[in-house]
């Protein structure tokens, strides 16, 4: 247990004349790290840039395996920078300092250790083109606070304001001013090491510079002398809700935070002077619980409980290649739309996933054209100049299930419709997809192995009920 009396005997004296003695310590550690860091910028910037050089070795999975596609003309390169800036410190550290100890911490910075007179954390923040690097977005877990005690004999900081160029919002450190450890007083040192590269092209992205920045003591930066008052953009809100804020200000639109993301698993809630921080994945349990107790009622029961247990399981996952940056221009490239072929969305009353399907063919070079039912029944349409019909999703006719029966009637029982679609089958230069609603419309009508004697049936569903999940497909290579 800690020594109640010990403790606020340390923070009075850290805090006399205004902080003297703890600014001389960040002062002197600042110096410290500086020149270790200079003896090996050389080989950083040898080791970052290699991660060019070894592209071959990881185009295909990274950095897509991580959740991120590249931006624009760049790859995520956060996991370049800071991986390869956090083992250099790791081995430096224990060389400049004294007594270096690795202890444990549930959260803090990147890279967090003792000394003899102190506990420092230092966190690495890639800084790529897109981020403003005169800012340093800051998380509550890598600030100090002013460390108090409450009544329960823990240490607790005050809720302070963050102050960015446009916004202002109440902040709660959640780092100690300091700790002890065995009877000594250590000092919490925070750091931000921002590593700042430029883009060349994709993939060709070097190391320009580093920059180390000391964030004051939340002892020097909230009490004492309170050097937050004199501080701009070192504490500062993330660009999204800077953005906001403006579009909103602009429209003249009043509007009020509610929260803001945080790099962990939890849902924290401050309110009269307390946090509560909810574990994500234990209370999602907890919702779907209630779930899963319906789902019984309405399915056949193992079904339901392999939905509970695998609900949290998301093994889809995208690759794309390493050339692709997202752009319309980059995707459509310089197609001739007068030379492309026809590709002709079909609908029917009820369907509603039309646009979608368009915009997406639009985007692989096609020239599309949106016919209903009516233009075929009708006679208006009669899919001559067509390559490629998209029978599209929905529920046409009703929402139920083999809803599809009524859009297939539309084709059998209309002499136009039936032969239009009859003439654009019996042509070999022709594709079709039929997607959720549309794939049962191309069963109904028999499109899906038509010389097969037997012919392919959709049945219900084992477990009884509709199923809406995603999917994995893996296109084989084939001579289609």
Avoid at 285 to 310: C, H, I
Avoid at 368 to 393: A, C, N, P, Q
Wanted: with cysteine; aromatic share 12%.
């Amino acid at each position: 247990m800690m020594n109640i009396t010990d403790y606020n005997k340390a923070r009075k004296f850290l805090l006399r004349d205004d902080c003297k003695e703890l600014l001389t310590l960040e002062e002197v550690t600042t110096h410290t790290l500086i020149t270790a860091l200079l003896s090996i910028s050389k080989q950083i910037k040898e080791d970052f840039d290699s991660a060019t050089k070894l592209r071959p070795f990881w185009e295909e999975y990274a950095p897509v395996q991580r959740g991120h596609k590249p931006r624009g003309e760049a790859f995520p390169w956060g996991e370049v920078g800071e991986k390869v800036v956090e083992g250099y410190l790791y081995s430096l550290v224990p060389n400049v300092f004294d007594d270096v100890r690795f202890i444990g911490l549930p959260y803090g910075h990147d890279i967090r250790f003792s000394t003899n007179n102190a506990f420092i954390h230092i966190d690495a923040k890639s800084t790529g083109p897109t981020d403003d690097q005169n800012e340093v977005v800051s998380s509550p877990n890598q600030v100090t606070g002013t460390g108090k005690i409450n009544s329960k004999q823990r240490v607790y900081n005050d809720t302070e304001n963050m102050i960015g160029p446009q916004v202002t919002r109440p902040f709660l450190p959640e780092l100690p001013p300091f700790y002890i450890i065995d009877g000594n007083v250590l000092p919490t040192l925070t750091f931000y090491l921002k590593i700042v590269y430029s883009v060349r092209d994709l993939g060709n992205q070097p190391l320009e510079y580093l920059e180390l920045i000391c964030v004051p003591n939340g002892l020097a930066l909230f009490d004492g002398p309170k050097l937050f008052q004199n501080v701009s953009g070192l504490l500062t809100p993330g660009k999204d809700e800077k953005t906001v804020k403006k579009v909103f200000a602009d429209a003249g639109i009043v509007y009020h935070v509610l929260g803001e993301m945080i790099p962990e698993n939890k849902l924290k809630l401050h309110h009269g002077g307390q946090t509560f921080a909810l574990d994500i994945a234990r209370y999602r349990d907890v919702w779907y619980q209630t779930s899963y107790l319906f789902d019984q009622k309405q399915t056949e029961t193992s079904a339901a409980y392999l939905r509970f247990e695998n609900f949290k399981r998301q093994d889809l996952q995208f690759q794309f290649k390493r050339n692709f940056s997202g752009k319309i221009k980059n995707i459509v490239g310089n197609t001739n739309r007068n030379q492309s072929p026809v590709a002709a969305i079909i609908r029917e009353k009820g369907v509603n996933g039309d646009r979608e399907m368009a915009y997406a063919l639009y985007l692989a070079g096609f020239r599309v054209k949106d016919i209903h039912m009516t233009d075929l029944i009708s006679g208006r349409e009669d899919l001559s100049d067509v390559g490629f019909v998209v029978f599209v999703g929905g529920f046409s006719n009703s929402d139920v299930l083999g809803s599809a029966k009524g859009w297939a009637g539309a084709f059998l029982y209309n002499e136009k419709a039936k032969k239009a679609l009859d003439s654009f089958y019996g042509r070999e230069d022709t594709l079709s997809l039929g997607v959720c609603n549309g794939c049962q419309l191309m069963m109904e009508l028999g499109l899906v192995y038509p010389e097969h004697p037997e012919k392919p049936r959709m049945l219900v569903n084992s477990s009884g009920k509709f199923e809406s999940g995603f999917v994995n497909v893996n296109i084989h290579e084939n001579n289609s």
